[in-house]
T-cell receptor, first 114, second 111 residues
Framework: DSGVTQTPKHLITATGQRVTLRCSPR?????VYWYQQSLDQGLQFLIQ???????AKGNILERFSAQQFPDLHSELNLSSLELGDSALYFC?????????????FGPGTRLTVL | EDQVTQSPEALRLQEGESSSLNCSYT??????LFWYRQDPGKGPEFLFT???AGEEKEKERLKATLTKKESFLHITAPKPEDSATYLC????????????FGTGTRLLVSP
């Protein structure tokens, strides 16, 4: 158990809908990272938040957004969903901000868009 | 473009049969290489970080090594519980730091 929690575990929705994925980092970790994992592309970095502020942006679509709250939990919002958004979404946390060190991953949310 | 390539894509071993997994990379300025283990349906689990060529790290039956262009994960006398996908990632700086992951090697160890 990494100490990172994610909810829900599974999510099934329809095209065009909007969903919110939630992540709670390990105690003491200030950084939260979001990743998308699909069968053909592997783990792709989406976005990083550090202590409530956006720190780095990767391959995140404009239809997706995230935020980190004062209690350091984070939410990833996915809107206008398309079939291709079906994937595993992982959240990871680490102590560091600028220096990307060991990241500890949650169990993931499996999103299925029908 | 920063790239990480892992080989083989899949590997089947008999229990006790040692082997190595490869991670090669082309990045502009390596700032760390990470190995993770991922079990089906679960999040990646951190194994090692390597920072400079010549560095080695060990954990139980696993040993990771790093050269200037690649890393190896050596598995000595594997057991069925070592079956998993092993992911390699490099830390790169493109204005900000991020991890670039390879697509992994699926390892199956048969009893």
């Amino acid at each position: 158990d990494s100490g990172v929690t994610q909810t829900p575990k599974h999510l099934i929705t329809a095209t065009g809908q909007r969903v919110t994925l939630r992540c709670s980092p390990r105690s003491g970790d200030l950084s939260v990272y979001w990743y998308q994992q699909s069968l053909d592309q592997g783990l792709q970095f989406l976005i990083q938040y550090y202590n409530g502020e956006e720190r780095a942006k990767g391959n995140i679509l404009e239809r997706f957004s995230a935020q980190q709250f004062p209690d350091l939990h984070s939410e990833l919002n996915l809107s206008s969903l398309e079939l291709g958004d079906s994937a595993l979404y992982f959240c990871a946390s680490s102590v560091a901000g600028v220096e990307v060190n060991e990241q500890f991953f949650g169990p993931g949310t499996r999103l299925t868009v029908l | 473009e920063d790239q990480v390539t892992q080989s083989p894509e899949a590997l089947r071993l008999q229990e006790g049969e040692s082997s190595s997994l490869n991670c090669s990379y082309t990045v502009s300025g390596l700032r760390g290489l990470f190995w993770y283990r991922q079990d089906p349906g679960k999040g990646p689990e951190f194994l090692f970080t390597l920072y400079s060529a010549g560095e080695e790290k060990e954990k139980e039956r696993l040993k990771a090594t790093l050269t200037k262009k690649e890393s190896f994960l050596h598995i000595t006398a594997p057991k069925p519980e070592d079956s998993a996908t092993y992911l390699c990632a490099v830390r790169v700086n493109t204005g900000f730091q991020k991890l670039v992951f390879g697509t992994g090697t699926r390892l199956l160890v048969s009893p």
